[in-house]
């Protein structure tokens, strides 16, 4: 039996994804979100941190993720950790974990906020209507 290696996360895009073709000729994107937990210390004080977490798509979801994700936009992703070590310019190992993801969801709504902004304006430089004279018939009263 293989060991279990699944994850799960929401948080915000921290800049548009970049999209790299492999030298095997495969399509990836990398980005990173930002994911925030709130919690309480001991003293009762709330507290927040941020975990900036490394992602990569291949394939398919690459076109998706550089077609369709930007910068500040909330998602969901499912995927799995994946180790990468390297030798640095001085010898020394270092290593860093990113998640291979295999599902996004996008959870930002469709109109940003800069769209909604754009409707308030449009809905104040709209004039009032003066109120109709309403018709005091009951010819279209269904009961």
């Known amino acids: 039996m293989s060991d279990l290696n699944y994850v799960i996360l929401i948080g915000r895009l921290t800049a548009d994804p970049v999209y790299k ?12 979100i930002a994911n925030n937990r709130r919690y309480k210390k001991q003293n009762g004080e709330l507290a927040e941190e941020t975990n900036f977490i490394n992602c ?8 998706f993720t550089r077609n369709y994700l930007k910068k ?9 950790l994946r180790q990468n070590s390297w ?8 290593s860093s974990i990113n998640v291979v993801v295999n599902n996004i969801q996008i959870l930002t709504p469709k109109q940003t906020s800069q769209e909604s902004e754009q409707t308030i304006n449009n809905i104040e430089e709209t004039p009032e209507l003066e109120n109709p004279i309403l018709d005091d ?7």
Not at 56 to 63: D, F, M, N, V
């Open 72 to 80: 500040g936009m909330l998602i969901a992703i499912e995927g799995r």
């Open 87 to 94: 030798q640095n310019e001085e010898g020394k190992t270092q």
């Open 56 to 63: 990569i798509t291949w394939g398919k979801l690459s076109e």
């Open 137 to 143: 018939t009951e010819d279209d009263i269904p009961f």
């Open 21 to 32: 073709v492999a030298q095997t000729g495969n399509g990836f994107c990398t980005f990173s």
